[in-house]
């Protein structure tokens, strides 16, 4: 069956220490992994996607992700993290051109001062 | 572009109402999709289009009707809305042209069913 697990429900962190976010999948066909960001009342914004290729991707607001397909990972990591960070974090996998994702069920993010 | 717009942004409805939520894209997209926000559920994918005229159903379909009249609209129904329809839902769009497009999502509209 396809899915993504977010294995953390929640996350807190200290304003400057990195970040990792895990996110494992479970895909028949080839992946397309999407990492979304959504604030609060917010829409779902793009981080990153991966498709092929290199699989360390880079993304907005300075995140990156790595695909490790042996693993079936696709973890979403920050060196620094900054408060305007916090939200919710959802990992997604698809086909091609992103169309009928299937999401993990977040993680939220607080940053501590 | 205002890329994807949905309205209400917020509606309450009593049990067995109907009600249609809508979603209006400007940036030509082929493929339209809706989904449902639950706490700790994530996004499920509940009906999705890959154009005018083609619907076809996700994960979690039953209680919703969709069509595609036009490439810029994709309104979802609830026929008779049931307290558990009570969510947010997002509709997004995208290119089918290959794999680098991306889906856009919309603002969602808040659903509270009494």
């Known amino acids: 069956a396809q899915s993504v697990t977010q294995p953390d429900i929640h996350i807190t962190v200290s304003e400057g220490a990195s970040l990792e976010l895990r996110c494992n999948y479970s895909y028949g066909a080839t992946p397309y992994l999407f990492w979304y960001v959504q604030s609060p009342g917010q829409g779902l914004q793009l981080l990153l996607k991966?498709?092929?290729?290199?699989?360390l991707v880079q993304g907005i607001k300075g995140f990156e992700a790595e695909f490790k397909r042996s693993q079936s990972s696709f973890n979403l990591r920050k060196p620094s993290v900054h408060w305007s960070d916090a939200a919710e974090y959802f990992c997604?996998?698809?086909?091609?051109?992103?169309?009928?994702?299937?999401f993990g069920k977040g993680t939220t993010l607080s940053v501590s001062s | 572009n205002a890329g994807v717009t949905q309205t209400p942004k917020f509606q309450v409805l009593k049990t067995g109402q109907s009600m249609t939520l809508q979603c209006a894209q400007d940036?030509?997209?082929?493929?339209m999709s809706w989904y449902r926000q639950d706490p700790g559920m994530g996004l499920r994918l509940i009906h999705y289009s890959v154009g005018a005229g083609i619907t076809d159903q996700g994960e979690v379909p039953n209680g919703y009707n969709v069509s595609r009249s036009t490439t810029e609209d994709f309104p979802l129904r609830l026929l008779s809305a049931a307290p558990s329809q009570t969510s947010v839902y997002f509709c997004a769009s995208s290119y089918l042209r290959g794999p680098q497009e991306t889906q856009y999502f919309g603002p969602g509209t808040r659903l509270l069913v009494l």
């Open positions: 997604a996998v698809g086909n091609q051109a992103g169309t009928a994702l299937i």
């Open positions: 940036m030509n997209h082929e493929y």
């Open positions: 991966y498709f092929s290729g290199d699989t």
